[in-house]
């Protein structure tokens, strides 16, 4: 009997850890408006005031008119799309609710990659012209041009 009772103890509070976890998480994806970040719409980007200054540059930049958020910040493969999406928005999360980040934002070394990517493959008639057939790898289309998509 006594173990039924400590069985039955041990489901009880892993139900309660779970509802917890569970009505926490459906609180904070409604507060955060969680869903927002599913669409390829650049004002969910804005949900997080940190990045008013990244849209309001975006808003006034030649990519406007030919890309948004995600043609530029995540890989263009379906999967590739959504896990960085579930990553970073895991990481804006936690940074929104701590205030722990960098002021102004950085950028991650696998987002830098990610951006990289896209550019290169965007503009890649300009980037086989400058780097030919050379196997320059080392060329980084961010150092010099970081700011383009987001004009400040």
């Not at 804005?46 to 995540?74: F, L, P």
Request: hydrophobic content about 35%; proline content about 3%; glycine content about 10%.
């Amino acid at each position: 009997m006594k173990g039924l009772l400590t069985a039955h103890r041990a489901w009880l509070a892993f139900a309660l850890a779970i509802g917890l976890a569970a009505g926490i998480g459906g609180y904070t994806f409604v507060y955060a408006r969680g869903a927002s970040y599913l669409t390829n719409d650049p004002a969910a980007c804005m949900n997080c005031h940190v990045m008013r200054e990244q849209y309001d540059g975006w808003i006034k930049s030649s990519h406007r008119s030919v890309a948004v958020c995600n043609d530029c910040h995540t890989p263009h493969d379906l999967i590739g799309k959504y896990a960085t999406k579930s990553q970073n928005g895991f990481w804006h999360s936690f940074y929104f609710t701590t205030g722990a980040f960098p002021d102004p934002i950085q950028i991650t070394e696998r987002n830098r990659k990610v951006t990289e990517a896209a550019c290169r493959r965007c503009h890649a008639d300009v980037v086989d012209q400058m780097i030919g057939g050379q196997g320059r790898d080392n060329v980084e289309c961010l150092r010099c041009h970081r700011s383009v998509g987001h004009l400040h």
